[in-house]
């Protein structure tokens, strides 16, 4: 099993930033590619990015391409994905989630075994 504990959301301004934390326990992290989800009220889960295990290759919805960057720091098990620009079409619960990595990068929410309990982002025009 995988924990994921998800931090750093909260209401801000359009065009400001904040930078989401996912803390991961319980298994060896860097077997593991990590990815964001959002949903939004009334909406599917979508995504919005993943990084491989480490870091060298990632991939980003086009609805959030040059704003959001993902990362991750191994030795800290934990990914990150900073958000800048923020707009407030992105306001939605953040979730982050893990699957093992065989060299494919997966954009489904059904591709991901594991999933933290989200973080609400808000924000206002």
Do not use: H
Request: hydrophobic content about 35%; glycine content about 12%.
């Amino acid at each position: 099993q995988v924990q994921l504990v998800e931090s750093g959301g909260g209401l801000v301004q359009a065009g400001g930033s904040l930078r989401l934390s996912c803390a991961a326990s319980g298994r060896t992290f860097t077997n593991y590619a990590m990815g964001w989800f959002r949903q939004a009220p009334g909406k599917e889960r979508e995504f919005v990015a993943v990084v491989s295990t480490f870091g060298g290759r990632t991939n980003y919805a086009d609805s959030v391409k040059g704003r959001f960057t993902i990362s991750r720091d191994n030795a800290k098990n934990t990914s990150y994905l900073q958000m800048n620009s923020l707009k407030p079409e992105d306001t939605a619960v953040y979730y982050c989630a893990a699957r093992l990595y065989g060299g494919t990068l997966y954009f489904a929410r059904g591709d991901y075994n594991y999933w933290g309990q989200g973080t609400q982002v808000t924000v206002s025009s």
